[in-house]
């Protein structure tokens, strides 16, 4: 069996293949089952990266795989719960919008440096906690509309928005120190 086929990584998989299901189940109008479904693809990105650290199975496929699928899934999540008009298409666009500048980056350094590893950082993982809080938020609120989810859905927009924003300038932060390391890139 290949070394990067290991369960950490299937359960990493598993993420992938259930945000087509949470986004029919947004767009078709099914909150308990977009919310049941995202809840176990949030329970994956809990998960993923424990089991790769007690088994000692991380594989550098997998420290790709994770944020590739932690980024399908949000976008995807945001994107299905603004075309259904539940949020507001500039928040989409301020979600959708760093992760594909953070995608675009990783692809540029990929092809013009040497460097390899792009791992998390500390508010990458927390905006990532908030945007999940924020899509459970919205999903309970479409699920039981109820004046109190309404203004908590409303506030972590703007919370959401706000660490979207500043750990997209954090990675860029971060990646700036790096190419002034490498020689002949100053």
């Not at 976008?75 to 507001?88: D, E, K, T, Y």
């Not at 990929?110 to 993982?125: A, D, N």
Request: charged content about 15%; aromatic content about 12%; proline content about 5%.
């Amino acid at each position: 069996m290949p070394r990067w086929l290991n369960l950490p990584n299937l359960v990493t998989l598993v993420r992938l293949v259930l945000t087509p299901f949470i986004i029919e189940d947004i767009l078709n109008g099914r909150p308990s089952g977009a919310l049941t479904l995202f809840l176990c693809a949030a329970f994956t990105d809990a998960i993923d990266g424990w089991l790769a650290r007690i088994s000692d199975t991380s594989t550098q496929f997998g420290a790709y795989l994770d944020p590739i699928a932690d980024k399908v899934l949000m976008s995807g999540i945001f994107l299905a719960l603004g075309a259904a008009q539940f949020v507001p298409w500039w928040f989409v666009a301020i979600v959708f919008g760093r992760d594909l500048y953070l995608l675009l980056a990783v692809a540029a350094m990929l092809s013009l440096t040497k460097v390899r590893k792009f791992p998390p950082s500390k508010w990458g993982k927390l905006s990532t906690f908030v945007q999940i809080a924020t899509a459970v938020t919205w999903m309970t609120r479409n699920l039981w509309p109820v004046q109190v989810l309404d203004s908590l859905a409303a506030t972590m927009l703007w919370v959401c928005a706000g660490f979207t924003m500043w750990s997209g300038l954090h990675y860029t932060l971060r990646a700036a120190r790096t190419l002034r390391t490498i020689p002949g890139t100053h």
